[in-house]
């Protein structure tokens, strides 16, 4: 379709997607609007920008698929799928453009759904359904080594007393003391304290239990007795390999931490291998002060150095022939060599999923290096995305998926509408080469800071204003001696002369770790975020795709949308009651507006989450915390800010009392009908059912209750719980249902 429109004389010419033309700027009226807008979407559908949001579509189809309340049948989807790709078809063979684009952009929209509801179909094992302390046989299938000499083991259940095959867990995920030499491949049996993943703290909080059931993981917990070791059991060859790596990975990681000693070999180690528990929380805690803890999670800066590196030196090997430089394809030589040592260090360092992620991403670049097409483009993050996910949907509903794929889009947006040539006077050529350079990795800096800020307070709940400062000053020794020594370290490793090159590294760490703590210490370094929630975090994210996705001047319109998602997230407020998923712990605002906490031996990570939430830099273990709350064995009480009485019961015998005294009475027992005197009574029954609860206070004293899980929702990492009760009685008569007949033998994680 074509046409033309005018307005005082003003011509309009050229055609585009919406069938309107291009020309001079109109005039301000709402016709001239329209004719503007015409020639923005002209100038889109002349850059075939219209692609870069099926990623967009396919995000929003995983994301409904995470927000419903049950799990969906296979065939809506599908259905869906066929039916808007098939109307799409007929509408671009009949020329109607508009209508074809969006159902094509439906059809994504059905395709991303699709693809969580199958991936949570294909990943599902059983989850164990109540605390269990039972005797286990498992394949250890990895072992993470903590400084203190214990350690963290995944395990393959071979055998688990007590529970049907068809309910055992396919992987365990346990802690233990001391390893005692323990390593991956090995057949161990143990008494193990299990229990289900533990559920969000708090509603729209980090939820572990979703992330364990991606990767089969059906119970946590801890080893309770001396592990028995067993002879090896038959492996696949997939258990047989990632055995064989995870082994390679742990001596090398000893390896460089003793030969550099301390934090900076620790830091070294998880740098290469990606195994980050020999790190204290002290270097921890300096790293993410300054803005690099990046630096020490394996994902996109390692892979782009490592890819870099690979085609680096073989490009200046070959150059060193002049016949071969000359008449070979030496760029795309390189960019092949550079994919497959990606590849390798994607696999040893243990193919986690920021890793794959960046993996995936820098194989499209240079799978366009191969084919002669741009290898950093937007075009080429689109199609990275929607790989990732095709294969992991989940990916999109945790940080390091949001956070990676809004800093490069960012950084491609800004650099492919700047200038792309630019004059250099010969006398000062290096000068200005060097000072260009340092502009650009500034200015990168900060747009992946701005645009990964958002999500970083979200899940976080912290900004580090210094971040910049921290990458400017550690970043160059990371590229120019931390990574070039990793590479020549590992190559080196197998003939025994790498101790050398890791001394060398440890240098570079020395320096970095020595800038992190500099700039960590500054005033300010860290500022603590309260929390906000989805619909703000949404409004951003859409904000920052509309500038990025767009060229034309429509992009301007994303700053709008940023400012709204910002002013709707300012209007959040945190809860003024939190409870866990157990009703073992709970945390309320006390009369000078902080957190005071309700536990005997409760949830601490809970409480920490909670703490972060709220802005507090307090720590679980924080005196003031529990300074004005009166604890004991049986449960807690105090006052709330409104003057009502909360009373937390952990043991039956104290139910009969406070359930006479307290206004709101929280417990982990199931009571039933038994406590009639209190206006709110939260018990096993309800936290079963709803998990984590928050209550906010209004100005007339009632009060709007948010849980984790609304009513009716039923997810396959959500199975209906089968507990084992025991009969318990209670002083005032009558008795309760006790989901566990110790309940202060086990801690959530």
């Keep these: 379709m074509t046409g033309s429109l005018s307005k005082s004389g003003a011509g309009v010419s ?8 291009a020309g001079p700027r109109p005039s ?17 559908d002349r850059e075939r920008r219209y692609f870069l949001w099926l990623p967009v579509g396919a995000l929003t189809g995983i994301l409904a698929f995470f927000g419903a309340a049950r799990e969906p049948a296979l065939w809506a989807p599908a259905l869906g799928l066929a039916l808007c790709g098939f109307v799409a078809w007929v509408a671009h063979w009949r020329g109607a453009r508009v209508t074809s684009a969006v159902f094509c952009l439906f059809s994504f929209v059905m395709a991303g759904y699709l ?21 286990v046989t498992a394949l250890i299938v990895s072992v993470d080594e903590r400084a203190n000499g214990g350690g963290r083991l995944l395990l393959r259940v071979v055998d688990m007393e007590a529970v049907a095959q068809d309910a055992r867990p396919a992987r365990l995920r346990v802690t233990l003391r001391t390893l005692g030499g323990l390593q991956a491949g090995q057949t ?45 059991v038959t492996l696949s060859w997939a258990d047989w390999f990632g055995v064989n790596v995870d082994r390679a990975r742990n001596d090398l990681t000893r390896r460089i931490a003793s030969t550099i000693g301390g934090d900076d070999g620790a830091v070294a180690a998880a740098l290469v291998t ?25 994902s996109g800066l390692h892979m782009v150095l490592a890819a870099g590196l690979f085609m680096w030196s073989l490009r200046a090997f070959l150059a060193l022939f002049p016949a071969v430089a000359l008449t070979w394809p030496v760029k795309k030589i390189s960019a092949a060599f550079a994919m497959l040592g990606a590849t390798a260090y994607c696999i040893f360092a243990g193919s986690e999923v920021a890793t794959e992620r960046s993996l995936i991403m820098i194989l499209v670049m240079l799978g366009a290096v191969l084919f002669d097409r741009p290898a950093l483009s937007m075009r080429n993050l689109a199609v990275a995305a929607l790989i990732v996910m095709a294969r992991e949907p989940e990916s999109v509903m945790g940080p390091s998926f949001q956070m990676s794929f809004a800093a490069v889009a960012a950084m491609v947006a800004l650099f492919e509408r700047g200038p792309q040539d630019e004059t250099q006077e010969k006398d000062f050529a290096f000068a200005s080469r060097m000072m260009r350079a340092l502009g650009v990795m500034l200015l990168t800096t900060a747009v992946a800071g701005l645009a990964t800020g958002a999500f970083a307070s979200f899940h976080f709940h912290r900004i580090n204003p210094y971040s910049m400062i921290g990458n400017a000053l550690t970043l160059p020794l990371v590229e120019f001696i931390v990574m070039p020594a990793a590479l020549i370290g590992v190559v080196l490793g197998p003939f025994g002369w790498d101790a050398w090159v890791w001394t060398i590294m440890g240098w570079g760490i020395s320096g970095m770790m020595e800038v992190s703590r500099m700039v960590a210490a500054l005033s300010g370094s860290t500022l603590h975020q309260t929390g906000f929630g989805l619909p703000a975090l949404l409004l951003i994210t859409f904000g920052i795709l509309w500038s990025c996705l767009w060229r034309s001047q429509i992009r301007y319109a994303g700053c709008v949308i940023l400012a709204l998602g910002c002013a709707v997230a300012s209007l959040d407020r945190p809860p003024d009651l939190l409870v866990d998923p157990r009703g073992r712990s709970l945390a309320m605002r006390g009369f000078d507006g902080r957190l005071q906490v309700l536990h005997g031996k409760g949830n601490d990570f809970a409480v920490s989450q909670w703490l972060l939430g709220d802005g507090d830099k307090r720590k679980p273990d924080d005196v003031s915390l529990v300074s004005k709350v009166g604890c004991d064995l049986s449960g807690c009480i105090a006052t709330w800010v409104d003057g009502r009485t909360i009373a937390l019961v952990l043991e039956p015998q104290a139910l009969g ?14 009571v039933g009908a038994r406590c009639k005197g209190p206006e709110l009574v939260l018990d096993g029954a309800h936290f079963a059912a709803y998990g984590a ?39 005032a008569g009558g008795d309760v ?13």
């Design 188 to 232: 161990i049996r143990a008494t193990m304290r299990l229990m289900p993943p533990a559920e969000a703290a708090e509603p729209g909080g980090y939820d572990f239990a979703r992330e364990a059931y991606f990767q089969s993981i059906g119970a946590v917990g801890s080893i309770a007795s001396r592990v028995e070791t067993l002879l090896p």
């Design 274 to 298: 990606g195994k980050r528990g020999l790190i204290s929380e002290d270097a921890n805690e300096a790293l993410r002060g300054a803005g690099i803890y990046h630096v020490v999670s394996i």
């Design 737 to 749: 249902l006790d989901e566990e007949t110790d309940p202060r033998s086990f801690s959530a994680e």
């Design 693 to 731: 609860t928050a209550i906010s206070l209004r100005a007339d004293g009632t009060w709007v209750m948010r849980v984790s899980r609304p009513e009716g929702t039923q997810r396959a990492w959500y199975p209906a719980r089968q507990m084992r009760f025991a009969r318990v009685p209670v002083a």
């Design 14 to 21: 050229g055609t585009g997607l919406w069938g309107l033309t």
């Design 657 to 670: 009392e406070d359930c006479a005294r307290a206004d709101v009475v929280i417990t982990r027992l199931y």
């Design 115 to 135: 693809a969580a509801t199958l991936r949570t179909q294909s990943v599902g094992a059983p989850i164990l359904a109540g605390m269990k302390v039972t005797k």
């Design 28 to 44: 301000f009226t709402l016709t001239g609007l329209w004719a503007w807008l015409a020639r923005q979407f002209a100038q889109e």
